[in-house]
């Protein structure tokens, strides 16, 4: 063992190969059986609960997850990371659900126009946007299989949870789809507003991008600041707790909240809030990372 590349091995079977061996509903049983317990089960314990009285044809199928999904060990039958990740994908509902849902009222105002800003779930998205003038301030993917789980009126902070959890993924390097290394970087505003999205009217914002799977994802600048500890303190201390006050409010708390480009090459900026006459400020790079806290008096 003298390089690290040595060390390292990593094998590909054919997605078509594994892909084939779920299309049949007695295999998705024994995945959603498995998926459910703590300890691996034994044959008979798995076959009961599958409910197949033959045990041959149950063996057959067993045996056909083997390696793939399911692992056998001295304890009994488990799921492998892919058998989890498959029942995982099932109940998230990806792709069984579908979903209709009546847009929610929420507490924020539209920053164009004032009017009420809405929750809403289209094409497996969930918005929260401008009742009136189609202002969208957050599009982001969720789970269709996840919004029965919550009452309508959770729903809101269901969504902003969700969207919390996929950045912090985001901001530690790893895709929220496929979990393969992700691209940081942050991006100016060049001023070609007709042809943008909301967020990219903003000064600057975040883009994060998997160049395996292709995802990316949008984020404010504001966003990135508001979950540094730093700035979590700061408001804190003065009476903003960031946890009751969803993301799309935060502006309005925030009133003096600006964002200032430092330098344009590399890209550099300076996102401050000042409140009760005291101020922070981080200053964000070009890799999406804050490298400079200023916490003072005004
Ligand atoms: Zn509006
Ligand atoms: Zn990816």
Known sequence: MTDESETRTVEHRPPEEAF????DETRLAILRELSGVDEPLGFSALRERVGVRDSGKFNYHLKKLLDSFVRRSDEGYELTLAGT???GALLAGTYTASVSLDPIETDGACP?????????YEDEHAKIRCSDCGNVRMSFAFPPGS??????????LAFERWVFSEFAQATRGFCPNCSGRLEARLELNEDEPEVKSAIEREVAYLRYHCDRCGNRMLVSVDTLAATNSSVVVFLADHGVDVDDIPSWELDEVLNANVTEIVSRDPPRVRVSCELDGESIGVVVDETAHIVDIERSDA
């Open 20 to 23: 084939s061996l779920l299309a």
């Open 85 to 87: 990740q498959v029942v």
């Open 112 to 120: 164009e126009c004032g009017t009420a800003l809405v929750a809403a």
């Open 147 to 156: 919004i029965e789980q919550y009452d309508r009126e959770e729903l809101p």
